[in-house]
């Protein structure tokens, strides 16, 4: 199975900030990696797909990028709506595992 | 609009078994594979099963060891999870979602809204 590394797994930003959030997979991925938003009680929504390709309708300020085993996840320009879990995700083969959830607070 | 509706899911004791359903509407539910994942209280998410369109290919997460059952009634825009065997540690909430079409090795695009299942005696 594909184990699926995330870090940090908290981390506090103010509005306006910019973030990275880093997943790692235990082997080669090609591009197959996505990226959901969670907010407290709510389901996952699709970010990036495809490691660098966004989702219709999301904002441009997020964005992806990497190839085989890592990955970014970059956030321009914080906004409060931002505050959520983050979770990375391969489609690369099954089992479809995720990473562990990276928490972004409120500095 | 896209909408996945889960149900079925409850209080039940350790051993027990549910059947939880997701109900589709809004695209051609034939047209699209499809998954069930799941997370515990305070916990991450886990993949848990996948259909193809036509059911032919079926995957499970290896920790499952068997006790679930993945499958689809695309007359009636329906996904299944058929959960025998339930322990503690299959609580949570359950969701079911659909593969993004048009790409290889596809993400999820649409989640319903989840089910939660509490195995407790």
């Known amino acids: 199975d594909i184990q699926m590394t995330q870090s940090p797994s908290s981390l506090s930003a103010s509005i306006g900030d910019r973030v990275t959030i880093t997943c790692r997979a235990s082997?080669?991925?090609?591009?197959?990696l996505n990226w959901y938003q969670q907010k407290p009680g709510k389901a996952p929504k699709l970010l990036i797909y495809?490691?660098?390709s966004l989702q219709s309708g999301v904002p441009s300020r997020f964005s992806g990028s990497g190839f085989g085993t890592e990955f970014t996840l970059t956030i321009n320009i914080l906004q409060p709506e931002d505050f959520a879990t983050y979770y990375c995700h391969q489609s690369y083969s099954a089992p479809y595992t995720f990473g562990q959830g990276t928490k972004l607070e409120i500095k | 609009e896209v909408q996945l509706v889960e149900s079925g899911g409850g209080l039940v004791k350790p051993g027990g078994s549910l059947r939880l359903s997701c109900a589709a509407s809004?695209?051609?539910?034939?047209?699209?594979?499809m998954n069930w994942v799941r997370q515990a209280p305070g916990k991450g998410l886990e993949w848990v099963s996948s259909i193809s369109d036509s059911g032919t290919y079926i995957h499970y997460a290896d920790s499952l060891k068997g006790r679930f059952t993945i499958s689809r009634d695309n007359a009636r825009n329906s996904l299944y999870l058929q959960m025998n065997s339930l322990a503690a540690e299959d609580t949570g909430v359950y969701y079911c979602?659909?593969?993004?079409?048009?790409?290889?090795?596809?993400?999820?695009?649409?989640w319903g809204l989840g089910t939660l299942v509490a195995v407790s005696s």
């Open positions: 082997q080669s991925i090609s591009s197959y």
């Open positions: 495809a490691a660098g």
């Open positions: 979602a659909r593969d993004l079409s048009g790409h290889s090795y596809p993400p999820f695009d649409y």
């Open positions: 809004g695209f051609t539910f034939s047209s699209y594979a």
